[in-house]
């Protein structure tokens, strides 16, 4: 059966039922439905007492290699051996959805439901990002105009864009304002996709709404024409934003096909931003489960590394285990295989592939994490090359385990649960970062390109330098980094795959995101607006007369 026909074949509880086993109130849930709930903040703890376990992968294909389908089988397995455990994860944007590696609410006998409700619009979360960053782009080019409230903004430096949820290669660059002065200022802009908006790095960086109104007035806009820096705070941006995110900025609570509970928020991409869920909803997990499994989008060079350097130290967080999902399929890809013949046996070609996983494996480590490898067995391997992977993540001397969770749900990971469970429990506070705060933003940046991607330097262009120089004068240097970077490589070039050597990342530009608390060096031809595919997933979708969507995997 294809996912939405396996979704739809086991009966969901109601929600009430799920927060039941959280010992969650009936009263403070915000029903959405019979199978949706928004969470209140209330429920947070001040030193919450589950365990946080992280699920990374190797470098992926651009299919994917089943993170969210591994995060939800751990969180199931866990449960399975009696460990009460919250599957933590972000929403789905449309534009994978519609795009080409379709929805993201798991796979097969590992997935969240409702599926089709995750995966489009959900609680309206990531609408209300998409508006409340609209609002503040409107605002900006009505001071533009304005006569009597001008703010002096020099147009050229403002870098801010509209966003909307959708691969939409057409908007990228446009041009805005034409139509004479009534119309407004003429000036060359674009769209990002929502998941890559500022204001989504904040939902998912702050604790409250107060922190929210004030990450969200330190979004800098530009300067004026005498070289003032403004923030979204000089144009009174902030309240009317926080006021269209009030209920955005509460987790959801929603379940897993084998009853068990799962909070899903926010859904910024790991490759363009922080790639990891908020931290409300981590917290909110944390204080309500022993345990609490997570994702952080793509390898571990983008979503795990900016989990460690960002989320957890603005969240206080401290992850006690690491799984990473490496895939034959991956193996094959890196080993020279062309994505075509990836379904046929070649145990060469995986063994060639395996220095790429030892790469993810070696960055974790930097963490002061032991990590695990989940072997997510596809029906397409055959015990050969499973066995190949599994042998060489021992001869590391790191533990393995083969993974069925597409196939059998929780009981294809028991394994993994217990080893999860195990490395847990002996890793209370070995976790530490990459770099200090009080590194330089060239130090921060040579740490992360050197030790995670394997480079042997770092070349900043003279924009890049300009805006290094431009963040010290702003008192930002303190700040964490977010590089920019294709997912398709450990390097910045898509084209290097397994394990590159020799190469220097080269650093465009660097943008600032003073609301959500990082600066972004943009390495490489990096884009924040997909585009469709020749043959889009959305192609596929239908829905008939009694409401029964169709089409989405």
Known sequence: MKDIDIARSVAMKDIRKIAAKLNIDEDKLELYGKYKAKLPHSLIQNNPKGRLILVTAMTPTPAGEGKTTVSIGLSEAMNRIGKQTTVVLREPSLGPVFGIKGGAAGGGYSQVVPMEDINLHFTGDLSAVEKAHNLLAALVDNNLRSKT?????????????????????????????????????????????????????????????????????????????????????????????????????????????????????????????????????????????????????????????????????????????????????????????????????????????????????????????????????????????????????????????????????????????????????????????LYLPSSSIKEKIMAVAKKIYGAIDVHLSLQALKDVKKIEDLGLAHLPICIAKTQNSLSDDPLKKNRPEGFIVKIKEIEIAAGAGFVIPIAGNIMRMPGLGEHPSAENIDIDNEGNITGIF
Request: aromatic residues 6%; negative net charge.
């Open 149 to 433: 409230r001008n703010l002096g903004i020099d147009s050229r430096t403002v870098r801010l864009k509209r966003v909307i949820d959708m691969n939409e290669r057409s908007l990228r660059k446009i041009v805005i304002g034409l139509g004479g002065e009534k119309q407004g200022v003429p000036r060359e802009s674009g769209f990002n996709i929502t998941a890559a908006s500022e204001v989504m790095a904040i939902l998912c960086l702050s604790e409250n709404i107060e922190d929210l109104k004030k990450r969200l007035g330190s979004i800098y806009i530009g300067d004026t024409w005498d070289g003032t820096a403004i923030y979204a705070r000089d144009l009174n941006a902030q309240g009317a934003m926080a006021a269209l995110l009030k209920d955005a900025i509460k987790p959801n609570l929603v379940q897993t096909l084998e009853g068990n509970p799962a909070i899903i928020h926010g859904g910024p991409f790991a490759n363009i931003a922080q790639g990891t869920n908020s931290i409300l909803a981590t917290k909110t997990g944390l204080s309500l489960s022993d345990y609490v499994v997570t994702e952080a989008g793509f390898g571990s060079d983008l979503g795990a590394e900016k989990f460690f350097d960002i989320k957890c130290q603005y969240g206080g967080l401290w992850p006690s285990a690491t799984v990473i999902v490496a895939t034959i399929r991956a193996l094959k890809y890196h080993g020279g295989i062309k994505l075509a013949d990836l379904n046929k046996e070649n145990v060469e070609a995986v063994k060639t592939g395996l220095p790429n996983l030892e790469k993810h494996i070696e960055n974790i480590t930097y963490f002061g994490i032991k990590p695990i490898v989940a072997i997510n067995r596809f029906t397409s391997d055959t015990d050969e090359e499973v066995n190949a992977v599994k042998t060489y993540v021992e001869s590391l001397g790191f533990q393995a385990s083969i993974i069925e969770v597409w196939a059998r749900g929780g009981a294809g990971a028991e394994e993994l649960a217990a080893m999860v469970s195990e490395q847990s429990n002996a890793c209370e506070r070995c976790f530490t970062p």
